[in-house]
């Protein structure tokens, strides 16, 4: 198994740290988040890891270096000409992941302590194509997936009103689900978003959506009570912190 960690953002909410550093560089805990997100996935088994690039790469570069890759392989998707969105960079990324290589995806702002083997465990014995990290959580912008099959059904946002498909309706045969930035994926799925794509830059959730009907998209909700922690913003930062200091991650 391989897994992809998106390090390429421009992390504006955590200025001023990424006026002069990688958002992937952030310290949680006087530890880089590069650095955590890495080491958990070699503790799952994972030991080759595609890490894209683009805001302050060489710093990232310089750190894998300096850290002998943390004796995993390291390979690097180069985005420093253009930052591509999480759809972009998994079509810019796909040749370096074997045909037949299941992908797990790891946003590298995010920092929790779930069970990555009991969601690939999932993913297999559910056939899925992907397979989401989700959770209740209060949002604006709301995954739903069937109660019964946990299948992606469609996506609304409760702001605006707007929904994907156009014409999705929820209903109690719903439930309404947050995506957790951590997702598995077959090799083929890169194959449908290369089909997909229009344009070099663009995110993979409404590829997702809009392959609803040619995919099996599942929702994961882990067994066990989890920690889940978007660090990407100065107050889920302080409580990403707080949870390291009180031993709950």
Known sequence: MYAFVFA???GTRLKP???HHPKALVPVGGVPMLQRVILKLKE???TNIVVNVHHFASQILEFLEQNKNFGVNIIISDETDCL????GAMLHAKNLFPKNERILIHNVDILTNFDVKEMLKFHTATG???TLLTKHRNSSRQLYFGTADHKLKGWKNLTSGESIPKDFEVTDSYESMAFGGVHII???VLDKIEQYATTKVFPIIPFYLSTIDSLNIHSFVPENEYQWFDIGKPETLHAAED???NHLL
């Open 243 to 245: 949870a390291l200091k």
């Open 8 to 10: 390429a953002g421009l």
């Open 44 to 46: 799952n088994g994972i």
């Open 186 to 188: 077959n090799h083929n």
């Open 17 to 19: 740290f990424t006026e």
């Open 128 to 130: 899925a194509d992907a």
């Open 84 to 87: 591509l969105d999480t759809g």
